[in-house]
């Protein structure tokens, strides 16, 4: 275990909401480490954002990598890790200071950031843990050029699911789409370009089982409406591509969740625990865009800033609104 490491602000997530945070905490002199799985999250997974303002049409992982590089020219620092718990101890003032532990790393910061977003929906079959990774795939966009020129099996009758089962056609000389109905949930002009593609559609069927060795070898799709019709496909990779869910179970008990389990926070992105805010998807913030995350990441941010001033004593600087003002030294309490 290496030497514990002592922040201003631990920002967990570097999605839009984490890595606009950390822009916003690093322009403000904050000593600002992100703790994430991936560079991006959701954002990461498009290849073409047409709304992000003052960008006619970027892909995913371009914006995302240019959020990364702004935060870190103001010298934000990165983790790559997954945070797998949050403890809350008081100083010697008697205010809060939290500890973020990985796997194997502890960091301890004097505020937090909470921006890690959605998480993908599993399958919950055999062999899916087993084979993440190695053949089962949660982004055909970031993943599909691996398995050029094999056999993939696509889970999803959503438009991510005929989006990647569209995607790998293009490149792979087999793929199959498995969707539990009959019926598409995807856009009408998705699913006319999937009618006429060369997939092969697996409907009102399941997954039940991934089957392989070190690899993926095959799925076995069970018939929705008889659970003894099963069936065995010979596949290299499983693209599972069913959506999103709210997982917040590393900060359940620290912060007051709403019955989405989602992060309730106030209109500048308090928590109901001090020195805790958060940001982005994993709130429960109405509307779920890359400008909005980016938006409650500023917002998060600037409100520990006041909050490490008022409760920590914390002297930064401010160099926002375009014009360096690294001299002006911020009273306690100071706009
Ligand atoms: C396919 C797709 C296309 C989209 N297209 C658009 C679009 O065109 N325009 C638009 O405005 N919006 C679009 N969206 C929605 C948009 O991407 C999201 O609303 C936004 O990116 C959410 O950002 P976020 O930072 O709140 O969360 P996320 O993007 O979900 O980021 C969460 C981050 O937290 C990390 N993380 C999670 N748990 C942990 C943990 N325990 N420890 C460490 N790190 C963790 C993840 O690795 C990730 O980096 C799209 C979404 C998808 C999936």
């Known amino acids: 275990m290496s030497e514990q490491k002592i922040y201003d602000t631990i920002i967990v997530g570097a999605g839009a909401a984490g890595l606009t945070a950390a822009l916003y905490a690093s322009r403000r002199a904050m000593k600002t480490l992100v ?3 991936d560079i991006g999250g959701q954002a990461a997974m498009t290849n073409e954002i047409e709304n992000y303002p003052g960008v006619d049409f970027i892909p995913g992982p371009e914006l995302m990598n240019k959020f990364k590089a702004q935060a870190e020219k103001f010298g934000a620092e990165f983790a790559y890790a997954e945070v797998v718990g949050i403890s809350k101890n008081m100083d010697e003032k008697n205010t809060p200071v939290f500890t973020l532990s990985t796997n194997t790393d502890k960091y301890v910061g004097n505020a937090v950031i909470l921006a890690f977003g959605l998480t993908h929906r599993h399958l919950g079959v055999p062999g899916e843990k087993e ?3 190695k053949g089962v795939s949660y982004c055909a966009t970031c993943d599909a050029p691996l398995f050029k020129g094999r056999t993939v099996a696509v889970v999803g009758g959503g438009n991510s699911g005929v989006d990647a089962a569209l995607l790998l056609a293009k490149m ?6 498995v969707h539990q109905r009959a019926e598409f949930n995807a856009e009408a002009v998705l699913v006319e370009q999937l009618k006429q593609s060369s997939v092969e559609l697996v409907l009102n069927s399941k997954i039940k089982e991934i089957q392989g060795d070190a690899r993926v070898q095959k799925i076995i799709v069970q018939d929705v409406n008889d659970e003894n019709k099963t069936r065995a496909i010979d596949t290299e990779g499983v693209f599972v591509e069913i959506g999103f869910v709210v997982d917040s179970k590393l900060i359940e008990g620290l ?4 019955p989405r389990k989602q992060i309730k926070i106030s209109t500048d992105a308090e928590t109901s625990q001090p020195g805790i805010f958060a940001a982005g998807d994993i709130t429960n913030i109405s509307f779920k865009q890359v400008v909005i995350s980016a938006g409650w990441g500023a917002t998060a941010a600037l409100k520990a800033y006041e909050y490490l001033q008022k409760v920590k004593g914390f002297r930064g600087v401010s160099i926002d609104w375009g014009v360096s003002k690294k ?9």
Request: glycine share 16%; with cysteine.
């Open 35 to 37: 703790i994430s799985q």
């Open 131 to 133: 084979f993440g990774g």
């Open 172 to 177: 792979c000389p087999k793929v199959y789409l």
């Open 255 to 258: 912060v007051e969740l709403d």
């Open 327 to 335: 001299s002006t030294i911020m009273p306690v309490g100071g706009k």
